[in-house]
């Protein structure tokens, strides 16, 4: 059985996320690929966030419904609630729907992608947070993968 995995060609598991997808740069989410997803995967979710914040974790990206037989995101995910595609985003640590990149104030920090691979798709109206989809998947998890990236603050 093939290994449930998150990948993205544009910086390797535990490396520093490139400058174009944080405040730095062009703040455009990454491309990320996804395989192995178990059977009976119906959905996805990924949540992506700031692991070091004095805090608590900060919510950068919430997206849910991407199809178990997508494969991936591609680069520069339109910000917006309802995509063309069917992909719901829900909202950011900013209030917004979509991708916040990497703009830490300080120091160092560690930015963790979490892709579910859920049983079921999320059916919920209005606005999504990352609080209410994990409650929303809690019996769902078939499976989850993680892809950490690091980001420090430059001068």
Known sequence: MEKFELTSSAFEN????????TCRGKNISPPLSFRGAPAG???CALLMVD???????????????????FGGLNEGIT?????????????NGMFRFGYMGPCPPWG???????L???D???RTPGAISKRKLLCFMEAHILAEAPLLGYYPKRG
């Open 14 to 21: 535990q490396g520093d996320i490139p400058d174009l997808y």
């Open 41 to 43: 995967t119906k959905s």
């Open 108 to 114: 160092r920090h560690r930015y963790l992608f979490r």
């Open 79 to 91: 910000p917006g609630k309802l995509l063309a595609n069917g992909l719901n985003q829900g909202r």
């Open 51 to 69: 692991l070091d914040t004095p805090i608590g974790t900060i919510t950068h990206w919430v997206v849910y419904n991407i199809p178990a037989d």
């Open 116 to 118: 579910f691979a859920l």
């Open 120 to 122: 079921t798709m999320i």
